[in-house]
């Protein structure tokens, strides 16, 4: 694949799908987007709904557009309440939270209020009629809610509390727990070669009949003209957090849908996109948001010191300025 970088996972398992596999392909929609499903094996009978049942089990929980989902009765549930939560939600809450902590709060699960503040939540939308952006002093409000209404969350008896006030947006980590779920779907029945998608989020896993892995190109920004990256997902995940996805113009500036939560503002750091490669698509997820949110600066220090694989791309005087981890260029082929 000339003029392209190529990357391939350190650790590679020599295991091949079964004799006489074939490529079966499954698709369908969720959380506003697509999913798909490329599985090698022999029969699969049922697999189509089985996948479909474990997407639309995390949306009737985590959606934040759904009224009747668990996240938005915790949004309008009283203060002083607890919630307990089923074991996917308790997942997801686990890790965001203690995601927040590590990153120093550049994400956080609980920053649903100023999502719809900024016109990027289910109501009030950024490109409806109407929308105007918040004012410092509307940001203000909303962060000093936030503050106040710190979530907490009893790791004994699986329940989140709702001081009042909290607003949940679990965007930047349900897809790519998604992802997960698709490939426990699949590694459950006993089949461990697949790559599958949820909105251009993956995770692979094995090789293909014939021998070569899932390869994937990495996600481009629309106004890049550079060849992208291609993975071999061999037991990796990958997603991209991009100022491209939703965003609208004020005065001649991007407003990008990333928030930082320290300021309670879009990202104004210049980076175009972060992808990561991690072996969780959860986990590539929120880590992609982050380090979106940290910046080229203490974003590629906080990777690191974390040892991930991660790509940024900075708009700087009109081009796009690409910069690896050292995690990244290890895989580097």
């Known amino acids: 694949m000339p003029d392209r970088a190529v990357l391939i996972p350190l650790d590679l398992d020599p295991a091949a799908p079964p004799p006489g596999s074939a490529v079966h392909t499954f698709d369908g929609a969720t959380m506003g987007t697509t999913w798909s499903a490329r599985v090698a094996a022999g029969a699969v009978a049922g697999l189509h709904g089985a996948l479909q049942a474990e997407l639309d089990a995390i949306v009737a929980q985590m959606s934040h557009w759904d009224p009747d989902s668990l996240l938005s009765r915790y949004n309008r549930a009283p203060a002083g309440t607890w919630v307990d939560l089923p074991a996917q939600f308790f997942d997801v809450m686990d890790y965001a939270l203690s995601a927040r902590e590590a990153s120093g709060g550049a994400c956080d699960p609980a920053l649903g209020a100023l999502v719809g503040l900024w016109g990027f939540g289910p109501a009030r939308r950024y490109d409806h009629a109407g929308f105007y952006a918040p ?160 910046g080229p600066v203490d974003g590629l220090a906080f990777a690191a010191r974390h040892a991930l694989a991660a790509r940024f791309l900075v708009r700087r005087a009109g081009e796009l300025d690409e910069i690896h981890t050292p995690a990244w260029k290890a895989l580097l082929q």
């Not at 070669?193 to 390869?215: A, F, M, N, S, T």
């Not at 993975?231 to 957090?241: D, E, M, N, P």
Request: one cysteine or more.
């Open 135 to 294: 004012d410092a002093a509307a940001i203000a409000r909303a962060q000093a809610q936030r503050a106040a209404a710190r979530v907490e969350l009893d790791r004994t008896r699986r329940r989140l509390s709702q001081p009042g006030g909290a607003v949940l947006d679990l965007s930047c980590v349900a897809k790519g727990y998604a992802v997960d779920r698709l490939a426990l779907c699949l590694e459950s029945r006993g089949l461990r070669h697949y790559v599958v998608e949820v909105g251009g989020e993956l995770r692979g896993g094995g090789v293909k009949p014939d021998g070569q892995p899932w390869w994937v190109e990495i996600e481009a920004v629309p106004d890049g003209a550079a060849p992208q990256a291609v993975v071999a997902l061999h037991g990796l995940s990958v997603a991209t957090s991009g100022d491209y996805r939703q965003y609208f113009t004020q005065d001649r500036r991007r407003v990008s849908h990333t928030l930082d939560p320290r300021t309670g503002r879009p990202i104004a750091n210049g980076v175009a996109s972060v992808t990561v490669l991690a072996p969780t698509c959860m986990a590539a997820d929120a880590l992609s948001t982050a380090l979106t949110v940290l």
